[in-house]
């Protein structure tokens, strides 16, 4: 039995290999895909205001969502993740892909913490019935969407570690078969 056939010590396979771990990271960025549409219903943000102006921050940007108020900040993320949910499907190798589904995870991930951290805001005013002046400022608080969008970003960050576990794997087993000529 040559060292290519000797199976791994129980406890050292914290990852499955090869074509399971190329699996699931090709269906990884499904999930990330799945919250994004789900956050097109569940706020990001929200100011909670249910009787005056309320500010909410969806997927797609702000809600109600119209042309005139279109933001590609918000699109970006989306021709983004549906880029690399197809291409995870189209490309043979996941060498490449991986590293750029780790690096789109993160920086999803830096851009809810930045809305989290510096909330969008604004204020208002205007008058009563008696003239009195009246005003207020709305902030867009974490709501549920946020917790959706960092578990659609962990999911692509884990899509692009299975992809580099599994692509190290199948590299290996060429090597393998090339020198010692045995399937495994």
Not at 37 to 66: C, F, H, K, Q
Not at 139 to 166: D, E, H, K, R
């Amino acid at each position: 039995m040559n060292t290519v056939d000797r199976p791994d010590s129980i406890g050292t396979q914290l990852l499955p290999k090869g074509r399971r771990a190329r699996w699931i990271a090709r269906w990884l960025p499904f999930v990330t895909l799945g919250a994004w549409v789900a956050m097109i219903w569940v706020p990001v943000l929200d100011s909670g205001n249910d009787d005056g102006p309320r500010l909410l921050i969806t997927s797609l940007g702000e809600y109600p969502i119209n042309p005139e108020n279109f933001d590609i900040a918000f699109a970006l993320p989306w021709a983004a993740i549906l880029l690399c949910a197809v291409t995870a499907w189209l490309s043979r190798s996941l060498t490449l892909w991986s590293p750029a589904a780790v690096i789109l995870g993160l920086v999803l991930l830096v851009a809810l913490v930045a809305m989290v951290m510096d909330p969008p805001f604004f204020m208002w005013d205007g008058q009563d019935e008696q003239g009195r002046w009246v005003g207020g400022m709305e902030v867009g608080y974490p709501a549920p969407g946020a917790v959706l969008w960092a578990l659609g970003s962990a999911a692509l960050i884990a899509g692009g570690i299975f992809g580099l576990v599994g692509s190290r794997h199948c590299r290996h087993r060429r090597h393998a078969e090339k020198f010692y000529g045995s399937r495994f």
